[in-house]
């Protein structure tokens, strides 16, 4: 019994730690008082004014448009990279992409921020590209440093299962470029799944780098939030806040029903 | 293995072999190259490396930079604030994390999956807005504050906010997940038969967990610290949300160099000796370590 309170005991103060901030922040999203932390009474004033801040609304949609084009285009390479990492052995300078394809892991964002931004601004001096930063520039970025957390996904996956269902399909007379969509996709598709969710999400998420590389017309969801909550408290952010979290809890519920249903089957 | 797939190989291999080179390699390379450059007015802000003039070819290279960052202890002890502060919240995260991962993964397979979905759920949520989230809660006006007070404990408001304590609770609240989802993957694949098995032999609790979790659960350990450490070190969002001006860190350091002195060169030979300080020690860790697990197995 004493092992049983100790764990209780040890995943409610876990869990509350996790969960205080969050819930509070919700809570005063219904507060009907400028001044965040003083209750004045229950309303949905802020909800109301987020959705007519158009500084918001742009942002929000600006981040969902760079962040799905990220994710695609990060997805693509990282089967890619993951697929030759795994399946081919002539690459040239092997160890050299396997260096690029994953030091984007380790590197810190401040770093990978500015020197993008520093490329970008060269670059612009020698040939005009890009002509000026922006969703462009914010976009290459992000899809930069997607690709390395998209492709160890695939990677791992890929040399995890077994190779011989290729060399079977090859053997019974499959086209080579036949084995890779009808064999090899389908197999890793989950991979690729939750490889483009981890994307997205990263892009979503990202304040550091598109701080650097963002410009005029580009300013993402991290950017507007964090240029409101730097130096002080907004209401209205944590009336974002809780619709954010709404629907990460809808999302997660969702997924968790899907898996259920698909262990029962 | 497959040898016909010669014309997909150079699209599958390029495509991202030279996207990579393009925009993550050349970009290094060339902090590097304004790292040592001669900082002056104008747009760029530095001077150009190779000159050809009336005297001829000259190269403006200097290690002036790298001199005046290493002589100035600003620098250096925003390095070192940066390098303990990854330290102090991976040990934290660790020692917060690890009995959570493992009670999770030792419950029941139903109630484990709402756990686990319930320790997800803050890590797909957005990071900005949980360091935000203490920023509200360690306000004068805050509720912890206002707890506080109710409780007798302390008879003023306390100021909370803007010290690197504060730096340290944001980080260990939004690093935490990233502690625990790579312990449960190790915890939850560990056989519970293991633990009956040594308590049987006579093992006492502590001893059991010594020899045989702890070694078991290693790779988790070494996983999640490497995902807590290498984005703490150049962390730059929350010391400038919770943190005050008693200790300065080296990501926002970057930043300000950057943004506030348009300095490239200093803030791009600050970069520079980052990812030697701070990044090629973790990548020499991983490398030996690979080595070490590879000879085990």
Same mark, same amino acid.
């Given at each position: ?265 | ?59 403006? &290279? ?36 690890? @009995? ?6 030792? &419950? ?50 306390? &100021? ?54 702890? @070694? ?8 999640? &610290?490497?995902?807590?450490?290498? @984005? ?66």
């Amino acid at each position: 019994m004493n092992k049983l309170f100790f764990k209780i005991f040890t995943l409610t103060i876990g869990f509350s730690f996790l969960y205080f901030p969050i819930l509070t922040l919700i809570a005063y999203s219904f507060n009907d008082n400028k001044r965040v932390m003083v209750w004045k009474g229950f309303s949905f004033r802020w909800y109301k004014e987020l959705f007519q801040n158009e500084q918001i609304l742009e942002a929000f949609y600006t981040s969902l448009k760079i962040a799905s084009l990220s994710a695609t285009f990060a997805t693509i390479m990282g089967v890619m990279i993951g697929f030759s990492l795994t399946r081919i052995s002539k690459i040239p300078a092997r160890p050299f992409f396997i260096f690029l394809s994953s030091s984007p892991l380790v590197m810190p964002e401040i770093i990978l921020g500015l020197s993008l931004l520093l490329f970008f601004i060269s670059s612009n001096h020698i040939i005009g590209f890009p002509s000026s930063k922006g969703q462009l520039t914010v976009l290459i970025s992000h899809i930069t440093f997607s690709v390395a957390f998209v492709a160890v996904i695939i990677q791992s996956r890929l040399s995890s299962y077994d190779k011989n269902i290729e060399e079977a399909a090859q053997d019974l007379g499959t086209i080579p470029n036949m084995i890779f969509w009808k064999v090899t996709a389908p197999v890793i598709l989950p991979a690729i799944l939750s490889g483009w969710l981890l994307a997205f999400t990263l892009s979503l998420d990202d304040l550091v780098v598109a701080s650097f590389t963002t410009g005029p017309g580009a300013n993402t969801l991290p950017i507007v939030v964090f240029s409101k909550v730097r130096l002080g408290l907004s209401p209205e952010v944590n009336a974002l806040s809780a619709i954010i979290m709404l629907i990460v809890i809808l999302a997660a519920i969702s997924i968790y029903l899907i898996n259920r249903s698909n262990i029962k089957k | 293995m497959i040898k016909n797939l010669k014309k997909q190989n150079v699209w599958f291999v390029f495509t991202p072999y030279l996207w990579l080179v393009l925009f993550f390699f050349v970009p290094l390379a060339l902090i590097f190259k304004i790292s040592i450059s001669v900082s002056e007015w104008g747009m760029p802000p530095y001077r150009d490396l190779f000159s050809f003039s009336e005297n001829g070819f000259k190269i403006n &290279s200097t290690l002036g930079n790298y001199l005046f960052i290493f002589s100035d202890p600003f620098y250096i002890r925003s390095y070192l604030n940066s390098l303990s502060l990854a330290f102090t919240s991976t040990v934290l995260c660790l020692l917060i994390g690890y @009995p959570i991962a493992f009670y999770v993964a030792k &419950s029941k397979p139903s109630i484990r999956n709402i756990l686990l979905i319930m320790l997800i759920i803050p890590f797909w949520s957005s990071f900005l807005l949980r360091v935000y989230a203490w920023k509200v809660l360690l306000q004068g006006s805050g509720i912890i504050n206002s707890i506080l007070i109710h409780i007798g404990l302390i008879s003023e408001p306390i &100021s909370m906010l803007h010290n690197h304590y504060a730096v340290i609770l944001g980080v260990v609240y939004t690093y935490l997940p990233f502690m625990i989802l790579p312990l449960y993957g190790y915890l939850v694949k560990f056989d519970l038969n293991l633990i009956d098995a040594s308590n049987d032999l006579g093992a006492k609790p502590l001893n059991t967990f010594v020899k045989v979790i702890l @070694p078991l659960s290693l790779p988790g350990i070494v996983a999640g &610290s490497m995902l807590v450490f290498i @984005p703490v070190v150049g962390e730059y969002i929350i010391p400038e949300m919770l943190g005050g001006s008693d200790k300065l860190y080296f990501g926002k350091i970057i930043w300000d160099e950057f943004f506030v002195n348009r300095d490239w060169p200093i803030a791009s030979a600050l970069a520079m000796s980052g990812i030697v300080i701070l990044v090629f020690p973790i990548i020499i860790f991983q490398l030996m370590y690979a080595k070490y697990n590879f000879k085990n197995e």
